[in-house]
C-alpha cells in the first residue's frame, strides 16, 4: 500500500496491473463491423494472394527470353495467339515466339513469365507484335503468393484494424474475425454542486462536464461508455452507484471529491466495495495530484479528479493505457516556445498548441488557469516536463502527447 | 476540360469544388452523440462560466487585505464566522478580520476576495484562525466568467467536435447543438475478376478489396458507406447501379478500371450520367495516376485506381478533402532513411513506417510493389515528394501524412 507517497504513472499502473484480473471477452464480426476493433487473436491467411501469376500492366504476356536483344531497330517479332479475359485462366500455353495479349490484373498464360508494357511494342498486324525493348522474367507481374503466402502471419492479436488492416483480410479471403469485446466503463460524477447539464443553476452550482469528457475518451479510446449521471455527496447513495456501476462494467471511473475531505468519502466508498480496494492516493503528476487508484474484485476503479482539466489528463495518462493498451505509442517532439518552470519530484503536463513554425513543429503553452475548460478545447497536445526536471526553456524540445 | 493532361492534386480539387453544389444538412445531436460530429454553426454562450467566484483551494475564504504583512512569526489572526456549502451560495457576509471556512469548488462569500490554503493557517481554536502568509486579492479564486463569458464565441461552425469540446458545451450549459449530417458515400467496386470475400476462387480471381477499404476510410472520416458491392465489367449493370449511387448518396466512389479500355468504360458511363460528367481523368500522382474526376448534377463521383494500394492513396489525396474538409491538416516532418528517385512532374506518395531514432522522428519507406496491400499494413503513413523535386537523399526531411 502506498497511500501516502504520491507516485508516477509508471508506478501507478504497475501497482494497478498487478490487481486487474481481467479476461476479454471475444465476439466474431465480419469485417465491415471489425474497423476500429481488437483483434482477439493472430490471423494467418488460408490462402496466396493473389491465388496466381498476374500481370501489372497492359500490353503482352511473353517468354522474357524471346525478347532478349530486343531494341527500336531490330524489334522480337511475336505471334499474338490469345487475349486474356479478366477473370479467367487464359485456356492455351505459350511457346517460342508466341505472345497473350494481356491486362493489367489478368493471369499470366502458361508458359510466360514476364509482360511487356503496349508502349513498348508496335503492332505489324492483327497477329503480330514487335518488341522494342527486352524485359526479365518477372517485370511487369506480380507472382503467386508474393503478396501473402498462406499460412503466414496476416495480423496479431491486440491490434486494433484500421481500413488497410481490414483490406488485407479481405485479400486473403478472411470474411470474420474473432475481436475483443469492447471494455465497458462506468462512468460517475460526484459532488453536491454538480447539476446536469440542462438544470437551472443556482448560485454555487456547476455543470456537469466530467460525465461527457470521461464519457467521450471511453468511446474515443474504443470502450463503451455507461453513465450513471451525478450523485451527491451521500455515502449510501455513491455506494449503491459504484456497487452497481462494477457489477454492470469492467472498469469504473469516479470523477469529483479533488478536495481533502471529499477525497478521503471517495476512498472510503471504494474500500468498502472490497479487496484490495485503494492501491494509492496521490500522483507525482501536475495537474491529477489528487487521483485515487483502486482494484475491486479484479476491476480498476480510479478516482479522478473533479477539475474537469486535470481529469482528462489524469484519464489519458492513467485510464487510457488500461482500457486502450494497443492506443498509439507515438508521441511527438516539439520546441517550446516559453520556458516553463516545474517542480522537481512531479511530472508536469502542460497543454500547448501545436503549429509548424520556419519548418519546425512549435508546441505553444496555452496559458490559463488549470480549471479552465477552454484551455483544453485550445490545445492540441499535452508537452510533458519529466519528473527529474526542473523545467525548460523556451527553444527547447519536449515531448508532446497529441489528441 | 482537361482529359488529356495529367492534374496536381491541387487542380483536381479545385476543379472539382467548381463543380460541386453540396449544402450539407443538419440535425441536433445531444452531447453524448455530438462526440465525432462536426458542427454546423457557430456556438456561443448561454451563460456565464463559472457562474460565481469559486475557490481553487482547501482553506479560508478572506479579505486579501486582511492578510497583508502575515508572517510565521506574526501571524494575521481571524474569526471564522462560517462554512461555504458546496452547491448553494454562503448565507452571510464577511467583514473586516472575518474568514469562511471554504473547500474547493466552493462559492466565496461577500466581502471576501481571495482564498489562503488551509496550509498557510494554523487554527488557534474552534473560531479563530492565524494566517501565516498574505494572499492578494484573487488569489486561489477563479472569478465568474473567468472560463467563458456569456456571449462569447465558444466553438466555430465546421468543428469535429473533440471531449474536450463536448465538455466546454457541458460546461456551458449548451446541452444540444446543431451538427452536420454525415456525408453518405457510395461505393462501388468494378471488374469481372473481382469476387466477393467469401466466395470460392477460381483462377484469375481475385476479392474485392477495394469495397472494404474505400468503406472503411468513409467511416474513418465521418461519413456513412453505403457499399454496392462489385459489379462487372457491364456497361447497363454498371450505369444503373452508378445511377442508384448517385441518388442514394451524396458523393460515389467507383473503384477499378485502372487499364486503359477499363478506365474508359467507366468514364463512359460516367459521362452517361449527366453533366458536366467527366472533368478529369489521370493525376500527376504516383501511385494513383488512372484516376478519373467526375461530377453529376453537383455530386463528385470519383474513379479510383483499381490496385487497393493506388485507391487508398487517392482516397486520402481526393476524396477525404471532399467529404471530410475539417480534418486536421497538421502532417509530420520525418528524416527519410533511404535515397529514393521521383520522376520531376510527378509528386510521389511513399509509404513509410515511424519511429524515433536517437530522439528524430525517421521514415523508413516500405519496400514491395505497389499493388501490395500488405506494403500498406505495414505503413504509418505517405511521405511526400513533391511535384518539382527529383528525388530525396537519405537523411533529408521530408513530410509525412500520418494514417
Redesign the interface.
Same mark, same amino acid.
Given at each position: 500500500m502506498n497511500l501516502f507517497r504520491a507516485l508516477t504513472i509508471e508506478q501507478a499502473l504497475e501497482i494497478l496491473r498487478a490487481h486487474i484480473r481481467w479476461a476479454p471477452q471475444s465476439e466474431k464480426a465480419g &469485417?465491415?463491423e471489425a474497423?476500429g476493433r481488437v483483434l482477439e487473436r493472430d490471423v494467418t491467411a488460408p490462402?496466396d494472394?493473389?491465388?496466381?501469376d498476374?500481370s501489372?500492366m497492359?500490353g503482352f504476356a511473353v517468354r522474357a527470353q524471346d525478347t532478349f536483344g530486343a531494341t527500336e531497330g531490330l524489334p522480337a517479332y511475336l505471334d499474338i495467339i490469345g487475349e486474356?479475359? +479478366?477473370?479467367?485462366?487464359?485456356g492455351g500455353s505459350v511457346s517460342v515466339g508466341q505472345a497473350y495479349r494481356i491486362?493489367?490484373?489478368? +493471369?499470366l498464360p502458361a508458359g510466360t513469365d514476364a509482360v511487356v508494357m /503496349?508502349e513498348y511494342t508496335e503492332q505489324l498486324d492483327e497477329h503480330t507484335i514487335g518488341v522494342t525493348r527486352p524485359v526479365a522474367p518477372g517485370d511487369n507481374t /506480380?507472382r503467386r503468393g508474393?503478396?501473402?503466402t498462406r499460412g503466414a502471419l496476416l495480423?496479431t492479436a491486440g491490434r486494433r484494424l484500421? @481500413?488497410?488492416?481490414?483490406?488485407? &483480410?479481405?485479400?486473403?479471403?478472411?470474411?470474420r474475425v474473432s475481436v475483443v469485446r469492447p471494455p465497458r466503463v462506468g462512468v460517475i460524477t460526484t459532488?453536491?454542486? /454538480?447539476?446536469p447539464?440542462?438544470a437551472a443553476?443556482?448560485?454555487?452550482?456547476?455543470?456537469?462536464?466530467?460525465?461527457?469528457?470521461n !464519457?467521450?475518451?471511453v468511446?474515443?479510446n474504443g470502450g463503451g461508455a455507461r453513465?450513471y449521471g451525478v450523485v451527491g455527496?451521500d455515502f449510501e447513495l455513491l455506494s449503491d452507484t459504484v456497487r452497481l456501476a462494477l457489477t454492470e462494467n469492467n472498469a469504473v471511473v469516479i470523477s469529483g471529491g479533488?478536495?481533502? !475531505?471529499?477525497r478521503d468519502f471517495t476512498a472510503d466508498v471504494i474500500n468498502s466495495m472490497g479487496k484490495p480496494g485503494v492501491l494509492f492516493h496521490g500522483l507525482a503528476v501536475r495537474p491529477g495530484k489528487p487521483t485515487i487508484g483502486a482494484v475491486v474484485d479484479g476491476k480498476p476503479l480510479i478516482g479522478l479528479p473533479?477539475h474537469?482539466v486535470s481529469a +482528462?489528463v489524469v484519464f489519458e495518462l492513467i485510464v487510457k493505457p488500461l482500457i486502450n493498451p494497443t492506443a498509439s505509442k507515438?508521441s511527438?517532439?516539439a520546441r517550446i516556445t516559453r520556458s516553463l518552470s516545474s517542480p522537481p519530484g512531479k511530472e508536469d503536463y502542460v497543454r500547448v498548441a &501545436?503549429s509548424?513554425v520556419d519548418?519546425v &513543429?512549435t508546441a505553444e503553452p496555452i496559458l490559463g488557469?488549470s480549471?479552465?475548460?477552454?484551455t +483544453? /478545447?485550445r @490545445?492540441?497536445g499535452l508537452a510533458r516536463i519529466p519528473l527529474e526536471s526542473q523545467g525548460v526553456s523556451a527553444g527547447e524540445?519536449v515531448e508532446v502527447i497529441p489528441?
Open positions: &469485417l465491415v474497423l490462402e494472394v493473389p491465388g496466381f498476374r501489372t497492359d486474356v479475359l +479478366m477473370g479467367s485462366a487464359p491486362a493489367t490484373g489478368g +493471369m /503496349v /506480380v508474393d503478396d501473402i495480423l484500421r @481500413a488497410q488492416d481490414v483490406g488485407l &483480410l479481405a485479400a486473403a479471403g478472411v470474411s459532488g453536491d454542486e /454538480v447539476v447539464v440542462d443553476l443556482a448560485p454555487g452550482q456547476v455543470r456537469d462536464v466530467n460525465s461527457y469528457t !464519457g467521450a475518451l468511446e474515443v453513465r455527496d479533488s478536495s481533502v !475531505g471529499k473533479g474537469p +482528462m507515438l511527438l517532439r &501545436l509548424y519548418g &513543429l488557469k480549471s479552465l475548460i477552454v +483544453m /478545447v @490545445a492540441d524540445e489528441f
